[in-house]
Structures are given as structure tokens and as C-alpha cells.
């Protein structure tokens, strides 16, 4: 495989841009080599600078659901840059989108637009501490919600104490209210509510894709949402990853829980920066200019990416690919498992409609300290050998796949002996 052009673009963009990238998870650290330097997209594609082509299974790391390049959303969002890009003022369509967000997901009765998912999640922080008048909240080690100050925590093995910070630069302080459980323990949620009785807010990915892929087990969602109620505790799902991956509307339905707060963002930008969090009325009510509880945003609700939200929802409702979805990933499921077990290699896959991951353990993978405990080195190889294959997938052992709705039968050929080769390489090369 060329690469020379991503070579270069790399070493000339490390003058001026921090490891030659704008977010980390571009950097290929975990999987070492440099990072590709992408041209263009179209469908099931993606090429780079060098006109290697991928079936692209990161797509934006999840907004791209429809594809890149819908005609839709490119109509829509043309229209919209002719007639503005930004106002600083109401547009109609901040209230069309609002409207189809809201009627997908039961309990969401008003809903506020922001320009990513962290920004939804520190909001939804403010809020559910305006709203409860306590001030700790409690996350799930492996989740990832963010880069907000009060969410990044250490994950680690050490369960169920007082977190540390994940990250230089924030302090104890920033920290202190924030309480670590572990995944499908519903113990350890249970151990830190009758410690505390000033927890303001639980937050949680439904359909873990932070650490992987890992999917709640029914009793420990379903309790979860049960404690929290009984306690006056908020329970904020994190649908940033999840909305309208799985379901029109949300993971929580399908899982059988009602948020009290949820958080959108990816999907419902189509491509651009949307971030959303939305409730019932009386908490949304504490929210400015309504409430007193502050939060603002020169672009929030940009006309154009107000666009592309709108039409991306109407072709996904439209497309309705969920069904296609859940018999691809199986597909891809299968296929992964049985180039393991033909080549010797330890391998579980977990999935949930059109998110889906193989861990290099022979164990079943329910939190992320199990997600941690796996062959990393062999992920690593098997990155490589998809590349090499023409198969784009996350740099990162602990990042889900995603599936659009433009894969077809002839794509689904090429990943199935992408993944084979890829698979066989581990052991033959
Ligand atoms: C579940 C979840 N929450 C929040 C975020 C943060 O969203 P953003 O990167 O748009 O700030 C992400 C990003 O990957 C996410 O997966």
C-alpha cells in the first residue's frame, strides 16, 4: 500500500498542529504508524490523499450513518449556505428539528441545541445538579462522555472509590463530585447511593461503544433506572453514540428505560457539529432564559448544520435500515468468528444493531476492566491487515465499528474476505 502523500501531509502538519491532528483519536497511537490523510468520500468509501480506497466502517466515528454524500443532505445544506450560514437569531428549522428529535424519544418534551456531544454532556451536568440541588454525579468506568473537566476520570480497575483525574490539567477539584462505577455491577451503584446522599445525576453510555462495544445487561439497565427513581438521583443517558444508531430515536426504548435526561449528538448533525440534551418540561424549564441555570452558544443551532440534521433524520426515517443493519453486523459477526476459530485466534464479538467490535479474548467482554484484559497486539496486526485490505476501521481496540446504510451485497463480499485475510495474517505473517 502507497502511503507517501500521508507521510508527508503528516510530517508537514506537525509545525502547526499539535501530532499533526485536531483530536486524538486520530493519532493511531494505540495502533502505531502514522495517521491517513483523507481526500474525499462517497457512499460506502472513503479514499485517501494517496487514492487508496476503504469500505469505511468509522464514519465520522458515527454520524455519517446515511453514507457520505447523500444527495439529500448535500441539497439541503447547499440551500441553506445560499441563503446564510449563521444568524445569531431563531430559524424555523432549530424548531422542525427539535420537533422530530423530541417525537422520537418518549419524555423528551423540549430540547437544546449545542455544537457537540461534550457540550451536551457538561450542560446536562449543570442541569441535572440545577434541577436536584446536589452536586456529585456518578459515571460508569470505560464510558466515555466527553472532554469536560467533571467526566474525565480514570477509568482503571480501581471500582467503586473516589475517581482520579484522567487527564493532566484537571483538577482534584474539578473531580471531587465525580464517583466511579463499574458496568453491569448494579452493586456498585447501589454501594455509592447509600453513601452519599448528595448525588445529583447517573450518567451512562446505554450501549457502552467507548470501551468497545458492550451491551447492559437487562436487569442492570432496568435496575439501574428502578434505583435511580427510587432515590430522586437523574439519570442522563448519553445517546451521543446511540441516537438513531439502533432505533429511530433511542437506545433507552429499546433497552425498556426512560431517561430523565438524554444527550444526542453525531447522527442528528448528519456530518455536522450538533449536539443536543433535552427532558421532560419541568427540568428543561431550569435552563435560560426560561430557568436560571446558564448556558448559551453563538452557534448553537447553526442554519446549515440545522440542515443537515433535518434532512439526515427524514432519509434515515425514510431508509428505515435498522433491520439491514442488525443481519450485516451478524454477517460480519460470523464471518470474523470463523476466520478466528479456523486460525486459532481467541476472539468474542459484541454488537448492538449497527455498532459492533471484535475483542481479542476468549472471554465475554460486560465492563471495561474485562475489555482491557485483551490481546491488543493481535488487535494491532489485525488493524493493519484491514488497511492493507481496504477496510477503514478505528485505530483503537476500545472503539465500536459502524455500519451505514449504503453498504451493499458487493461491499459486504470485500469485508467478509477483508476480515478473513486480515484474520489469517495473525497467524501467517
Ligand atoms: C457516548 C459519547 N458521549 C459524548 C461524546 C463526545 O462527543 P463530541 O466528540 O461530539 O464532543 C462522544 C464522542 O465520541 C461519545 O461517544
Known amino acids: 500500500m502507497n502511503n507517501t502523500k500521508s507521510q508527508e501531509l503528516y510530517n508537514k502538519g506537525l509545525k502547526h498542529l499539535v501530532g499533526s491532528v485536531n483530536s486524538p483519536v486520530r493519532a493511531f497511537k494505540s495502533v502505531g504508524g502514522n495517521p491517513l490523510f483523507i481526500k474525499n468520500a462517497k457512499g460506502s468509501k472513503i479514499y485517501d490523499v494517496d487514492g487508496n480506497e476503504y469500505i ?23 440551500k441553506q449556505v445560499n441563503e446564510g450560514f449563521s444568524f445569531g437569531a431563531s430559524t424555523e428549522n432549530e424548531i422542525i428539528l427539535a420537533e422530530m428529535v423530541c ?22 451536568i449543570r442541569l441535572a445538579r440545577a434541577f436536584t440541588k446536589k452536586n456529585k454525579i456518578i459515571k460508569f468506568a470505560g464510558c466515555y462522555h466527553g472532554h469536560s473537566d467533571a467526566l474525565l476520570v480514570a477509568a482503571g480497575s480501581g471500582l467503586v472509590t473516589y475517581s482520579l483525574p484522567g487527564s493532566a490539567g484537571v483538577p482534584d477539584s474539578a473531580v471531587k463530585d465525580t464517583l466511579i462505577a463499574e458496568y453491569n ?24 461503544g467507548n470501551m468497545g462495544v458492550v451491551v447492559p445487561t437487562d436487569s442492570f439497565i432496568k435496575e439501574l433506572r428502578q434505583i435511580t427513581q427510587d432515590a430522586g438521583i437523574l439519570l442522563v443517558v448519553d445517546e451521543v453514540m446511540t441516537g438513531f444508531r439502533s432505533k ?34 419541568e427540568i428543561m424549564n431550569h435552563v435560560s432564559p426560561l430557568g436560571s441555570m446558564y448556558q448559551a452558544g453563538t452557534l448553537s443551532g447553526n442554519p446549515v448544520a440545522m440542515a443537515a440534521g433535518i434532512s439526515t433524520l427524514t432519509e434515515l426515517k425514510a431508509q428505515n435500515p435498522y433491520e439491514k443493519f442488525n443481519q450485516q ?50 488487535f494491532t496486526k489485525f488493524f493493519w491487515g484491514l488497511i492493507a485490505n481496504g477496510i477503514y476501521i478505528p485505530p483503537s481496540q476500545f472503539e465500536a465499528w459502524f455500519l451505514s446504510s449504503v453498504i451493499s451485497d458487493e461491499d459486504m463480499e470485500k469485508l467478509e474476505k477483508g476480515l478473513n485475510k486480515a484474520m489469517r495474517m495473525l497467524v501467517h505473517s
Open 248 to 281: 429511530f430515536g433511542g437506545a433507552q426504548d429499546l433497552l425498556g428505560i426512560q431517561a430523565d435526561i438524554t444527550c444526542l449528538g453525531k447522527v442528528i448533525g448528519g456530518g455536522f457539529p450538533v449536539g443536543a440534551y433535552g427532558a421532560r418540561e
Open 56 to 78: 469505511d466502517l468509522v464514519l465520522s466515528y458515527g454520524p455519517m450513518i446515511l453514507g457520505h454524500g447523500n444527495q439529500h443532505v448535500i441539497d439541503a445544506v447547499t
Open 185 to 208: 455491577n448494579i452493586q456498585s451503584v447501589k454501594a455509592h447511593i447509600e453513601k452519599h446522599n448528595d448525588i445529583a445525576a447517573v450518567f451512562i453510555e446505554p450501549i457502552a
Open 329 to 378: 453486523a451478524e454477517q460480519l459477526e460470523k464471518a470474523m468468528l470463523d476466520a478466528a476459530a479456523t486460525n486459532g485466534i481467541d476472539l468474542t464479538v459484541n454488537r448492538f444493531g449497527s455498532m459492533i467490535n471484535p475483542f481479542f479474548s476468549k472471554k465475554t467482554i460486560t465492563n471495561f476492566t474485562e475489555a482491557q484484559e485483551c490481546n491488543t497486539a493481535q
Open 103 to 124: 417525537a422520537a424519544f418518549p419524555g423528551m418534551d423540549k430540547v437544546r441545541f449545542v455544537n457537540s456531544g461534550t457540550e451536551a454532556i457538561l450542560s446536562a
